[in-house]
RNA sequence: CGGGAGGUAGUUCAGCCCGGUAGAAUACCUGGUUUGGGACCAGGGGGUCGCAGGUUCGAAUCCUGUCCUCCCGACCA
């Protein structure tokens, strides 16, 4: 198989699809919009996710987990929720399949099998879940509840792209009670922090924490948080969401709990998600044309140790010195891996690895064994240095964490040189095309200007910022007047 | 759902216009030589040409229908 990648500047979208692919960390399936997940990119998923639920649980969460249907009458309950979900469901009918008399050895829709209630497929959990929390909460003494659950939800999605917006995804979604407002309110917001903190140190892509406008607020929230992360072609990627949904579940579902003073009171929610698609954000933010590049953290793979070697003797020699080189590292606790494999030979390796983005590559030969080094390549900046294999695995570790540093500087740079005040609808609209990237702008505040913005320009409201500067202006569309510049931006 | 492209070997694709019973590269298998940036030689296996009809002596190729995928747009918590 041919193994070169579409340039960014020849065709972003097939630059993006060529990575995931050819970096091996997913396939198109033969379903509709749904991919698989190779090994390799499960296994970048796993580290996310491992990092991600200790983070939850180190906040005091706990796993569980709620079916996969949820009956129309459930789901339909929350009626903003089920409005702005509506369009997008996979509806159960039926039960069962049986022969079909028409086509011999073809199936069809047993008739007599219909559903009373057709299930439908969950887009998200909030229905199921506060019908079972109405059950788990009688008193003040049952709050908070802090519930995480690891699901695949189904979003029958028009057009989809790989991790961006598959039919079927996999995610993580927190829902959680509590007697007070307020205390909801922090925790939504703790979580987003959270989030932002991930995304940051362990992802080493720089977000936005801000809030959504009325207009991009999730179905059913009264305040919907998200972080922001910009891609390389200067489109903004929305990475992760933490609702504050007020009382509106706890009214549809009828969850009331009894407080010190023996008064009944609804109970108030928040939910918070962050998905595969985190995996996109990674893609877009770091890699180049020759392939993926992946933060350490996160990395499945951190070092890859390729020998060169003529002969089975030089091998030999190799292999030992490899293996104690291998504890070493291992006991610093790094992922590595040693490619041996004598069917490839060392360039195609080194081109192999770069395509998947190990971030570190050792290449070891017969010459280096007697000289007592080994080469150093990282695959962020293309930097190759001999090194000595004495304290080689500290020397790695320590590179490891510099590749770390470096990756989300380099990003938070971009990021940075890509927020550009705008202060007239002429410098607005020559920016969103010239420049893309966040445009800070002012906004008289109403759904109807952003809803025209929109229209024209594709560009949406993408966040305000947290502790966002008030400051006296006039929006840029209407004229009116403004407390605040918002971020514009288009987006994935 | 509108526009575009496409479905032929594991993969990428040629063949189709002009009908004659399927080909390349790569990958794979065997043996050998190789190994510091995608090795080479020799031999070998692998395809109901998306599916269903039709025309024809004969269909990957022509006609009709249908399903699916990707890209652009609309939509997208």
Same mark, same amino acid.
């Given at each position: 198989?041919?193994?070169?990648?579409?340039?960014?500047?020849?065709?972003?979208?097939?630059?993006?699809?060529?990575?995931?692919?050819?970096?091996?960390?997913?396939?198109?399936?033969? *379903?509709?919009?749904?991919? @698989?997940?190779?090994?390799?990119? #499960?296994?970048?998923?796993?580290?996310?996710?491992?990092?991600?639920?200790?983070?939850?649980?180190?906040?005091?969460?706990?796993?569980?987990?709620?079916?996969? #249907?949820?009956?129309?009458? /459930? +789901?339909?309950?929350?009626?903003?929720?089920?409005?702005?979900?509506?369009?997008?469901?996979?509806? @159960?009918?039926?039960?069962?399949?049986?022969?079909?008399? &028409?086509?011999? %050895?073809? /199936?069809?829709?047993?008739?007599?099998?219909?559903?009373?209630?057709? /299930? @439908?497929?969950?887009?998200?959990?909030?229905?199921?879940?506060?019908?079972?929390?109405?059950?788990?909460?009688?008193?003040?003494?049952?709050?908070?509840?802090?519930?995480?659950?690891?699901?695949?939800?189904?979003?029958?999605?028009?057009?989809?792209?790989? +991790?961006?917006?598959?039919?079927?995804?996999?995610?993580?979604?927190?829902?959680?009670?509590?007697?007070?407002?307020?205390?909801?309110?922090?925790?939504?917001?703790?979580?987003?922090?959270?989030?932002?903190?991930? &995304?940051?140190?362990?992802?080493?892509?720089?977000?936005?924490?801000? *809030?959504?406008? &009325?207009?991009?607020?999730?179905?059913?929230?009264?305040?919907?948080?998200?972080?922001?992360?910009?891609?390389?072609?200067?489109?903004?990627?929305?990475?992760?969401?933490?609702?504050?949904?007020?009382?509106?579940?706890?009214?549809?579902?009828?969850?009331?709990?009894?407080?010190?003073?023996?008064?009944?009171?609804?109970?108030?929610?928040?939910?918070?998600? @962050?998905?595969?698609?985190?995996?996109?954000?990674?893609?877009?933010?770091?890699?180049? =044309?020759?392939?993926? !590049?992946?933060?350490?953290?996160?990395?499945?793979?951190?070092?890859?140790?390729?020998?060169?070697?003529?002969?089975?003797?030089?091998?030999?020699?190799?292999?030992?010195?490899?293996?104690?080189?291998?504890?070493?590292?291992?006991?610093?606790? !790094?992922?590595?891996?040693?490619?041996?494999?004598?069917?490839?030979?060392?360039?195609?390796?080194?081109?192999?690895?770069?395509?998947? %983005?190990?971030?570190?590559?050792?290449?070891?030969?017969?010459?280096?064994?007697?000289?007592?080094?080994?080469?150093?390549?990282?695959?962020?900046?293309?930097?190759?240095?001999?090194?000595?294999?004495?304290?080689?695995?500290?020397?790695?570790?320590?590179?490891?964490?510099?590749?770390?540093? #470096?990756?989300?500087?380099?990003?938070?740079?971009?990021?940075? &040189?890509?927020?550009?005040?705008?202060?007239?609808?002429?410098?607005?609209?020559?920016?969103? =095309?010239?420049?893309?990237?966040?445009?800070?702008?002012?906004?008289?505040?109403?759904?109807?200007?952003?809803?025209?913005?929109?229209?024209?320009?594709?560009?949406?409201?993408?966040?305000?910022?947290?502790?966002?500067?008030?400051?006296?202006?006039?929006?840029?569309?209407?004229?009116?007047?403004? *407390?605040?510049?918002?971020?514009?931006?288009?987006?994935?």
């Amino acid at each position: 198989m041919s193994k070169e990648i579409t340039s960014r500047a020849t065709d972003y979208s097939q630059w993006y699809n060529d990575l995931i692919l050819k970096g091996e960390l997913a396939d198109y399936s033969a *379903v509709r919009g749904c991919m @698989v997940i190779k090994p390799y990119g #499960f296994a970048l998923w796993e580290h996310m996710r491992d990092a991600l639920d200790k983070m939850f649980k180190d906040t005091g969460h706990v796993n569980a987990y709620f079916p996969l #249907f949820v009956p129309k009458s /459930l +789901f339909e309950a929350e009626e903003k929720n089920a409005e702005g979900f509506a369009k997008e469901c996979a509806i @159960v009918t039926h039960y069962r399949l049986k022969a079909d008399p &028409a086509k011999p %050895g073809k /199936l069809m829709v047993d008739p007599e099998a219909k559903l009373e209630e057709e /299930l @439908v497929i969950r887009p998200t959990s909030e229905a199921i879940i506060w019908n079972t929390y109405k059950d788990w909460i009688q008193s003040y003494r049952d709050l908070p509840i802090l519930v995480n659950q690891w699901a695949n939800v189904v979003r029958w999605e028009m057009r989809t792209r790989l +991790f961006l917006r598959t039919a079927e995804f996999l995610w993580q979604e927190g829902h959680t009670a509590h007697a007070t407002k307020q205390e909801a309110i922090e925790e939504a917001e703790k979580m987003l922090h959270v989030y932002a903190d991930f &995304a940051e140190n362990w992802m080493a892509v720089p977000v936005i924490k801000g *809030v959504k406008s &009325a207009n991009e607020r999730f179905a059913g929230a009264e305040d919907t948080y998200c972080i922001e992360a910009l891609m390389q072609d200067g489109k903004a990627l929305q990475a992760g969401t933490s609702h504050f949904l007020g009382q509106n579940f706890a009214k549809a579902f009828d969850v009331k709990f009894s407080d010190k003073e023996n008064k009944l009171e609804y109970v108030w929610a928040t939910s918070w998600g @962050v998905s595969t698609r985190l995996i996109g954000a990674l893609v877009m933010a770091h890699s180049d =044309d020759q392939g993926l !590049i992946l933060p350490p953290r996160i990395a499945p793979t951190q070092v890859v140790i390729v020998p060169i070697y003529k002969g089975d003797e030089q091998k030999a020699q190799i292999d030992a010195r490899v293996q104690a080189i291998m504890s070493e590292l291992k006991a610093l606790g !790094i992922r590595v891996k040693y490619d041996d494999n004598d069917n490839a030979r060392p360039g195609w390796k080194f081109a192999e690895y770069e395509m998947k %983005g190990v971030p570190v590559r050792l290449a070891i030969g017969a010459r280096d064994l007697e000289k007592n080094v080994v080469e150093v390549a990282r695959r962020d900046t293309k930097e190759k240095n001999v090194v000595s294999l004495d304290g080689i695995a500290g020397y790695v570790n320590n590179l490891l964490t510099e590749i770390q540093q #470096f990756m989300f500087d380099k990003a938070k740079a971009y990021r940075d &040189a890509n927020i550009t005040p705008a202060n007239s609808w002429e410098e607005f609209e020559k920016l969103l =095309d010239e420049k893309g990237g966040f445009i800070s702008a002012h906004w008289d505040g109403t759904p109807e200007t952003e809803e025209a913005i929109k229209e024209k320009t594709k560009a949406t409201i993408r966040c305000i910022p947290l502790d966002n500067p008030q400051e006296e202006g006039k929006c840029i569309f209407s004229g009116k007047p403004s *407390v605040q510049r918002v971020l514009f931006a288009r987006a994935y």
